[in-house]
């Protein structure tokens, strides 16, 4: 039987590949400064899912910096002169990209240019705070607006009634017009013409008690659906 040799040789050692060296264009710009997402978010509901908004998103709704229209642009200064055309570029690299931004203030014409102003990143957010303060305060006058509404089953139980004629007051006092809505309820025992009226004479008396005014004669009818209309004059 024949022996078989195995010359086995070191392996070298060989140096790991370097990886190319990215040489910076000449046009290369500092990078874009943003804010970390994590750090100012709005968590909207948009069709049933969450959607996380950023401060990036917001100021989206802006002309900013790269997004301006025209590469020659001219500056409005603080002092409110317009400066000669200047390539956007140049305009970009003078400035701090972290704190700041080129904001486009007019569409150019035909043969123009866009009128563009250095403006401070945190003068932006500031306006976008301001503005959806303002929407909110609107939509919260919208609702007070609205008039609040007890409903009320002509069965009431008398615990149920004066929780219900508390919050009617509490509503009142508060300044609140109120909508009290009166009807039966399925599968509850049915109201008798007695209770009904008794109900409604104990209603009306309490709305004198605290002054309040019913806005309109009651629509509808005893053991039917019907509705009071109440404020404080």
Not at 109 to 126: M, P, S, T
Request: proline fraction near 5%; charged fraction near 35%.
């Amino acid at each position: 039987m024949q022996r078989v040799s195995v010359l086995l040789r070191p392996l070298r050692a060989t140096a790991p590949a370097q990886r190319p060296r990215l040489y910076q264009s000449e046009f290369c710009q500092r990078p874009f400064g943003t804010s970390r997402p994590w750090l100012a978010v709005d968590q909207r509901r948009v069709a049933g899912k969450l959607q996380i908004v950023t401060i990036d998103d917001k100021l989206a709704q802006f002309n900013l910096d790269e997004k301006i229209d025209t590469r020659q642009v001219r500056v409005k200064t603080a002092d409110g002169k317009i400066s000669p055309p200047v390539d956007l570029r140049r305009v970009l690299g003078s400035i701090d990209r972290t704190t700041s931004h080129v904001l486009q203030l007019s569409k150019p014409g035909e043969h123009d240019y866009a009128i563009v102003q250095v403006v401070e990143r945190a003068d932006l957010i500031k306006q976008i705070k301001d503005k959806e303060a303002a929407q909110r305060r609107v939509q919260h006058a919208q609702k007070d607006k609205k008039p609040k509404q007890i409903e009320l089953n002509w069965a009431i139980s008398p615990n149920d009634l004066q929780l219900k004629l508390r919050q009617m007051e509490d509503f009142l006092r508060k300044g609140k017009k109120v909508e009290i809505l009166l009807a039966s309820k399925r599968r509850q025992r049915k109201a008798s013409q007695e209770e009904a009226e008794t109900l409604l004479k104990t209603l009306k008396e309490k709305i004198q008690e605290l002054g309040a005014v019913e806005v309109t004669p009651m629509e509808g009818g005893l053991l039917r659906q019907a509705k009071l209309t109440v404020k404080m004059p």
